[in-house]
């Protein structure tokens, strides 16, 4: 059960008393700023869940060096998937009948909403804005109102009360100062103006399992919001809460919970939404911490007995390295730019330069059965695999 931690801050979405809740070991590739301990805290009453020893300027260490989004194909912009959460997205603005405004998205990657926008009709301009410049200078806009910007979400480059709309698509989870992001939202939003949030829905992960801890294996997601703690931190900045939206939306290789937030600037507070709550946050990473460590005694068991080769330098594989006891392993992935890396002192190989000896870890939740598939054609048999679940 979590304990009262000593010293610990207010909470940062809504300011009560936070517990803390658990260590959580991550490790990453070279000099990854993830080679840390992760401290877990959670909020009594809004019920979030983060981590509470990183920091914005160390996160932006990772999106201008570590961060390959720009060559995931989870984050295409004309994948179907990836298209019908744009609709989504302005379903809810249609529904509120915001059209045509300036408007700018907020860690647009490679700008799929803004493009999308300029195809279907918004007239006024569309401003796409990032830090990581290898995404921006994949952005496809076709339409002539469709503009990118380098620039980050505490520091946008705008000047005050320009725009009508912000957008803010799985944004917040990965900033520590969510109340700087609000207060400039307030500065470059003209009264009156709206900002749409979107994070995953934290409260619905276990209704989404993914692996045995999938959801908190994702170490820039310092962040797990309840819909609570969200419309709080609005409220604290002045924003009042027009609708709360929980859906199921599509990504190139998996559903996931969204929670979307419609705000409004007013500079007055406003009352709360009541939103019931659809899950407990911190028994889910209680529970998610309890089943890696399952996994780890099953690949310690194995490894005991035979060497052991693993396939897939993902975010799953960064939590459960850290908790491994093992003297003689190898690590391959099949990206060569991940081949360039080592993990401490340890080379990432090309699979096909593997032997085929002993059992193969196959790291990935969601690429499982594609690199099972590519394993079983370089020879390794079924019996040797074991898929980490």
């Known amino acids: 059960m979590p304990v009262e931690a000593a010293n610990a801050d207010r909470c940062p979405a809504c300011g009560a008393s936070v517990c803390y809740l658990v260590d959580w070991k991550y490790s990453g590739l070279g000099k990854s700023i993830f080679n840390y301990t992760a401290q877990f805290y959670s909020c009594r009453d809004c019920g979030i869940v983060f981590v509470n020893n990183m920091s914005d300027a160390r996160l932006a260490e990772y999106y201008a060096e570590e961060c390959s989004y720009f060559e995931n194909a989870h984050f295409s912009v004309t994948s179907p998937e990836n298209r019908e959460k744009y609709s989504a997205y302005a379903g809810v603005l249609r529904h509120h009948a915001i059209d045509s405004v300036p408007m700018a998205d907020v860690g647009c990657g490679r700008g799929g909403f803004v493009t999308w926008l300029g195809q279907y009709g918004w007239d006024a301009a569309c401003w796409g804005v990032d830090v990581d410049v290898r995404s921006l200078q994949q952005g496809c806009a076709a339409s002539p109102n469709v503009t990118f910007r380098t620039g980050d979400a505490l520091h946008l480059p705008f000047e005050d009360g320009c725009l009508g709309l912000l957008t803010y698509f799985h944004v917040l989870e990965h900033i520590r100062d969510v109340h700087g992001l609000l207060r400039e939202a307030d500065r470059v939003l003209e009264p009156g103006g709206q900002l749409l ?6 409260e619905r992960y276990g209704e989404f399992p993914i692996g045995s801890a999938f959801w908190i294996s994702i170490r820039e997601h310092i962040f797990h919001y309840t819909a609570r703690a969200l419309t709080a931190a609005l409220r604290a900045h002045g924003f009042e809460v027009r609708e709360v939206v929980r859906k ?7 559903a996931y919970p969204s929670l979307m937030v419609l705000g409004q ?13 659809a ?8 529970e998610s911490k309890e089943a890696l460590l399952r996994q780890v005694r099953d690949i310690q068991a194995v490894a005991e007995k035979q060497p052991v080769t693993i396939w897939g330098c993902s975010a799953e594989l960064f939590s459960v390295l850290p908790l491994l006891d093992l003297r003689d392993y190898r690590i391959c992935d099949s990206s060569k730019r991940k081949q360039q890396a080592q993990y401490q002192g340890r080379a990432v190989e090309d699979p096909a330069s593997v032997p085929v000896e002993g059992t193969l870890i196959v790291a990935p939740y969601l690429h ?12 390794w048999p079924t019996h040797a695999i074991y898929l980490l679940h």
């Open 248 to 254: 199921t939306l599509p990504t190139p290789e998996f």
């Open 368 to 379: 499982g059965a594609a690199i099972q598939s590519a394993a079983s054609r370089l020879g």
């Open 197 to 202: 949030i979107e994070v995953p829905d934290a």
């Open 265 to 277: 600037k007013t500079g007055r507070l406003s009352p709360a939404v009541c939103t019931p709550s």
């Open 279 to 286: 899950g407990d946050v911190a028994a889910h990473l209680l």
